[in-house]
């Protein structure tokens, strides 16, 4: 409840900020001028914005199990099942959270995720991939560094990064479209083409950047990740876990909504680098390395 009330105090918080530097540099009254309603573009902004980063966060678990055939294990039914069960229920008592669902999905790739609107509702699922190619302790590492993502409340906290983030675009490219409709293009019957096309040159443009700030934030939160797997499973057994990624081919096989709460990315190049959730593999363990 207490991060709800923080996702919907971030809301209004940005709203008011944006008004308020609107207002500071005249620009509602000249938006005004060209027939632009500033303060309920702001509002539509904050609500589509944050609205679908919310909706997106109150499925996640459903969205997750649909998405990657994700087993719940409700009765363990066998010895594996029953250690990841165990392991997971100390873990989770350990982070002071409440027990998640555990899950298995079919995958050859080594991955795990956590996701869940609420750090006591949880669900931390892991690969058959993983399973198959690491020892158990590096398995406890990666579930230790799922459980850490849990109890660090990532999942809300990249949502109110992301809710930010939306809002922003969704605004500025109106206002951008709107300038070069109105003021450059001198349109002044309605919303022009100029306006259409502006308006999504600009959602792309600003998209990309946004999505770097997101991803920024995504890497620092997967650093703390490791350090809460290294501190429930022990530092050897996360860097383990991360040697362990490095010697298998892992082209990531989450959705796009589960990449920032898995435990490994695909390998970045180029651009590719700046939009990547998590750190550098190497890098992550020379962070562990550097703890110690």
Known sequence: MKRIFLLVTTNIAVMVVLSLVIQVFGLDRALAQQGMNVTGLLVISAVFGFGGAFISLLISKWMAKRAMGVKVITNPANETERWLVNVVTQQAQTAGIGMPEVGIFDSPDPNAFATGANKNSALVAVSTGLLRNMRREEVEAVLGHEISHVANGDMVTLTLIQGVMNTFVFFLARI?????????????????????????????????????????????????????????????????????????????????????????????????????????????????????
């Open 176 to 292: 951008i479209g709107g300038i070069v409709d109105k003021v450059i293009l001198k349109n002044e019957r309605g919303n022009g083409i100029g306006y259409f096309v502006t308006v999504i040159a600009a959602q792309i443009v600003l998209g990309f950047l946004a999505g770097m700030v997101v991803a920024w934030f995504s890497r620092q939160r997967e650093y703390r990740a490791d350090a809460g797997g290294a501190h429930l499973a022990g530092t050897n057994s996360m860097i383990g876990a991360l040697e362990a990624l490095k010697r298998v081919h892992t082209p990531t096989a989450l959705p796009e909504q589960m990449k920032a709460f898995g435990i490994n990315d695909a390998a970045p190049t180029g651009l590719q680098r700046l939009l990547m959730s998590h750190p550098p593999l190497d890098e992550r363990i020379a962070a562990l390395n550097s703890a110690r």
